[in-house]
């Protein structure tokens, strides 16, 4: 049923446009057919009002029969006008494309990393600068951290810190503007990124799902939730994987090794969990704290 009513809501998505114009080209015949039927009583008017013999019938005839069809002239007028308009509006964004900085090559003979890497998964991250555009402020400002083979790692921070951007460096989604990530010995930039991108795994935040009820199968009695079943399965299956979470909700990173918070493009904080929720004024433990107060105040509205 989830797959059929997404499917219903991207076909009504889809539709919504086509609707619209139709809706918009029948509310443009009509006022043109109204000018049209207007500017046709006009002149039949006028040539009554005409003194006897000034125009000959068959001039007026000729006039009027011509005026008839002007309705369809305009309507097929002002359609070319939209289109061609449309047109150019196509290739400015052609050309704006053309404008785009190619990615880096996707393999690099000179410089392949090894069959099996990366093998342990050990991840140095050294003073990594960030920005989406050239003359914008930086997102990540020097984030420095290593992240040894095998740790779960836990990303916080408010919305718009660079929790992401982070995420999308190591896939060198976004360019660096200095510093390296090292991972098991390599340095990403000096490798394709078809190299590098097949050799990781991600899970974005919207996965999709194929059809067909997996939860079913792993909690017939349905006596978990999907994010106890979630979690669980992370544990079990990815006990000896190199884990960067990137957390929007805070509980999803009790159980990781360290935990890097991150504001205003900075690493304020990278330790233990526990450690920084049994410190004072750090900024895991105001978001863990804004997250259950915001979680029993949800609930207790329900």
């Known amino acids: 049923m989830f797959f059929f009513a997404k499917s219903l809501d991207l076909i009504d998505t889809n539709a919504s446009p086509f609707f619209h114009n139709f809706a918009a080209t029948k509310w443009l015949i009509q006022r043109i057919e109204i000018l049209s039927a207007a500017v046709l009583k006009t002149t039949a008017l006028c040539m ?14 000729m006039m009027l029969s011509y005026v008839l069809g002007l309705d369809v002239g305009m309507v097929f007028s002002i359609q070319n006008q939209c289109i061609i308009a449309n047109r150019i509006i196509f290739m400015k964004r052609i050309h704006r494309c053309m404008d785009i900085p190619s990615e880096a090559l996707e393999v690099i003979n000179d410089s392949r990393p090894p069959k099996n890497w990366p093998s342990v998964g050990k991840v140095v991250v050294h003073n ?3 920005r989406y555009r050239p003359n914008t ?27 992401t951007t982070l995420i999308g460096a190591l896939f060198l989604l976004v360019e660096l503007v200095e510093g390296k990530i090292i991972v098991d010995g390599v340095d990403i930039c000096t490798i394709g990124i ?6 990781f795994g991600i899970i974005p935040q919207d996965p999709t799902l194929f059809n067909g009820s997996v939860r079913f199968n792993l909690d017939p009695l349905c ?19 190199t884990i960067i979470t990137v957390a929007h909700r805070k509980p999803t990173v009790m159980d990781c090794t360290n935990v890097p918070a991150i504001s205003d493009g900075r690493l304020d904080e990278y330790d233990d969990s526990t450690k920084l929720m049994e410190k004072e004024d750090t900024l895991f433990g105001q978001l863990v704290n804004e997250y259950w107060s915001h979680f029993h105040a949800t ?3 329900r």
Do not use: Y
Not at 143 to 157: F, S
Not at 194 to 199: A, I, N, Q
């Open 128 to 130: 990594l600068q960030i």
């Open 137 to 163: 402020p930086l997102v990540l400002k020097g984030i420095n951290c290593m992240i040894e083979g095998g740790d779960k790692i836990g990303v916080v921070g408010m919305t718009g810190s660079g929790k």
């Open 223 to 241: 006596q978990h939730t999907d994010e106890e079943i979630w979690e669980k399965t992370i544990q079990i299956e990815f006990a000896n994987c």
């Open 299 to 301: 609930n207790q509205s």
């Open 194 to 199: 078809h190299d590098l991108r097949s050799r």
């Open 48 to 61: 009554v009002l005409l003194p006897s013999g000034t125009i000959s019938l068959g001039f007026i005839g």
